[in-house]
């Protein structure tokens, strides 16, 4: 499968934990970027990164939310300490150019994150 | 005023109709359009961009973009029913390196 993968595909948290999710780029796409949708509203930009580096980040929470793309292995968002407002599909898309770029991005199947 | 803006659905037209999705953007700066389609449950998936200001024709796909007006379109004939999902305008503005910015979605049917 060359498209992008994400996992889990579904994750389960008691409020309090931390949340980890991957994300791998479809194959010779060295752009990833992550974007939340909470129920019945649309698609948020969290942020944009390429190999070691944060590109964007302006749609990251200020707390708890981080992200990282080392240059070895996938991509991972991490949530520390959720609460029941982190409830959402979280996707990864990528892209084979980012900056200044018109490629278009192609997204992962998501992961669903359910907080108890 | 919301960045981008989709028409407010849901949509409803009968199979073999044409279905007219319409998006506008504030970012007169705005570079890139993309129309995504996502059922239920799914991922977005990339139907169709456009760059230039015209017309670009893919099968039954056809979108729309007048920079001008700050409009782009969306038009899928021979609507059929397996094209009932939610359609996602997505636009890329010139300074925001790779984000794109979604519309809310409209939600179209095809009944047979």
């Known amino acids: 499968n060359a498209g992008v993968m994400q996992n889990p595909r579904h994750l389960v948290r008691r409020r309090g934990q931390e949340a980890r999710l991957r994300c791998s780029p479809m194959?010779?796409?060295?752009?990833v970027y992550w974007y939340r949708q909470l129920p019945e509203e649309g698609l948020k930009f969290m942020v944009y990164?390429?190999?070691?580096?944060?590109?964007?980040e302006s749609g990251m929470p200020k707390e708890r939310f981080s992200a990282e793309f080392p240059k070895e292995g996938p991509s991972i968002l991490r949530i520390q300490q959720v609460v029941r407002g982190d409830s959402a599909a979280y996707f990864c898309?990528?892209?084979?150019?980012?900056?200044?770029?018109?490629?278009?991005?192609?997204f992962g199947d998501g992961t669903r994150l359910s907080i108890l | 005023q919301k960045e981008v803006e989709q028409n407010s659905g849901p949509l409803s037209v009968p199979e073999g109709a044409i279905a007219s999705l319409n998006c506008t953007y504030s970012?007169?700066?705005?570079?890139?359009f993309f129309w995504y389609r996502q059922y239920s449950g799914k991922s977005p998936e990339l139907i169709m961009f456009i760059y230039s200001n015209g017309d670009k024709e893919d099968g039954r796909f056809t979108a729309q973009l007048n920079k001008a007006s700050q409009y782009v379109s969306l038009l899928i004939r021979d609507s059929q029913p397996s094209d009932s999902a939610t359609y996602l305008c997505?636009?890329?503005?010139?300074?925001?390196?790779?984000?794109?910015?979604f519309g809310q979605g409209t939600i179209l049917t095809v009944h047979p």
């Open positions: 997505a636009v890329k503005s010139g300074t925001s390196y790779g984000k794109l910015t």
């Open positions: 898309a990528s892209s084979p150019t980012g900056q200044g770029s018109n490629q278009p991005q192609h």
């Open positions: 970012d007169r700066g705005s570079q890139s």
């Open positions: 990164l390429q190999k070691e580096n944060i590109i964007d």
């Open positions: 194959k010779g796409h060295s752009h």
